[in-house]
């Protein structure tokens, strides 16, 4: 049979049990994206050298596994209403570079929009749902990145929906990554639509601002971004994640601490880790902070449960998160501009997360601190801690028992 044919068969195979794959994103997906560095200045060849430096710099082995190609790929539509890529940026196709990505060990992930054309203002998915992912599927497409712009007057619910069930009719499994910002708080509907889903507009490459772009909209610092996600971790879990968007770590105004601070406390979110930076300009020291396996642990804990405040005094915040085997994760965040002083006395607390309903005594349990920056035990839970933390910096220990 043609190739149109195949298409057009599966396009009517369509049945009435439509729903997301299961079984997948277990753990906050890791990966990188175009977006943040290229936007849509990349093409087929910048594609290929960040596959290649993704799997010669560790960072495959540390976990990141999705290449992402973001919006401004697309090309016009043939003559039955299918999908094609632009050929200017794939001369070679988009099947291709997906065998590329693939022979490389990692996953394909592809971009597209609910609403009537992309932020680029490229071709769209609206009306054409289950025909785009089937193109997806051929393609060998493994996540998908779904966004929310020129959708005026779209049901959220309705439209997010239709591309699950595209996507499972498609036959395909793929990661189904919801960007809809948090128009219409996805975290009490979207657990059984999509994988993973944005609770914000986007981030921009800043520790504390908001950009707004001269008036258009508003993309947020990695501080803006952290502050609306605690009253949301009762929705998370595995197969079901709060997406604060993608890791500006090495990027624009950040310094070295403030990227170390980003990626701890995306860790302690359970979040997402989609790198953004130019791979191939990558310093050492980025490279560190997103290859660091221990604090990568934290995030991928198979527990899936996402951190929370036990307490702020001043610009310093404490943090812990539950994890498998009865550890835990304890973060010191300074958020301030001065150094702060941590006095932490280990007899005096009782912590209790009331979403996962588990308490962690001191006085019952002691524990050995282990520091995941310096990679070293630092003492146990039966003397005070005392230490000092630089502006815009962090204190992460795992507590072992």
Request: with cysteine.
């Amino acid at each position: 049979m043609r190739k149109s044919g195949i298409l057009v068969a599966l396009f009517f195979s369509i049945n009435c049990y439509a729903q997301k794959f299961n079984d997948l994103a277990l753990t906050p997906p890791m990966g990188w994206n175009t977006f943040n560095t290229f936007a849509g200045n990349f093409n087929e060849d910048i594609l290929r050298d960040m596959v290649d430096k993704l799997v010669s710099s560790g960072m495959k082995d540390a976990g990141y596994k999705y290449i992402i190609v973001d919006d401004n790929w697309t090309g016009p539509r043939d003559s039955l209403g299918f999908l094609t890529v632009d050929k200017k940026r794939f001369p070679s196709g988009m099947e291709a570079f997906s065998k590329y990505v693939h022979s490389k060990g990692l996953k394909l992930g592809l971009y597209s929009d609910a609403g009537y054309k992309t932020c680029g203002g490229y071709i769209s998915s609206r009306g054409h749902e289950f025909q785009d992912a089937i193109m997806f599927a051929l393609w060998g497409c493994d996540y998908l990145k779904y966004d929310w712009c020129n959708s005026e007057g779209i049901n959220a619910v309705g439209a997010y929906t239709t591309m699950r069930d595209a996507i499972y009719e498609a036959k395909r499994p793929m990661v189904f990554s919801m960007c809809e910002w948090g128009n219409n708080k996805p975290w009490e509907w979207a657990a059984s639509v999509g994988h993973l889903w944005r609770t914000t507009g986007d981030i921009t490459a800043c520790f504390n601002c908001i950009d707004t772009h001269g008036g258009a909209y508003n993309s947020y610092g990695v501080m803006q971004i952290f502050d609306m996600q605690e009253v949301l971790r009762k929705y998370a879990g595995p197969g079901h994640w709060n997406d604060p968007d993608m890791l500006e770590v090495g990027n624009g105004s950040l310094t070295l601490t403030e990227s170390r601070a980003h990626f701890s406390l995306w860790a302690m979110l359970a979040a997402p880790l989609i790198s953004g930076n130019d791979l191939r300009k990558m310093p050492g020291d980025v490279l560190e902070i997103l290859t660091n396996r221990e604090v990568i642990a934290i995030d991928q804990d198979s527990l899936g449960i996402q951190g929370f405040r036990q307490s702020k005094v001043d610009s310093l915040e404490i943090w812990f998160k539950p994890l498998k085997n009865g550890d835990w994760a304890l973060c010191f965040f300074n958020r301030g501009s001065k150094t702060a002083d941590v006095n932490f006395n280990w007899k005096e607390q009782v912590i209790y997360d009331d979403v996962a309903k588990l308490e962690l005594r001191f006085d019952k349990q002691p524990y050995i601190l282990h520091d995941l920056w310096t990679k070293k035990d630092i003492g146990t839970t039966g003397q005070m801690l005392k230490s000092k933390i630089a502006s815009h910096d962090v204190l992460i220990l795992r507590l072992k028992k």
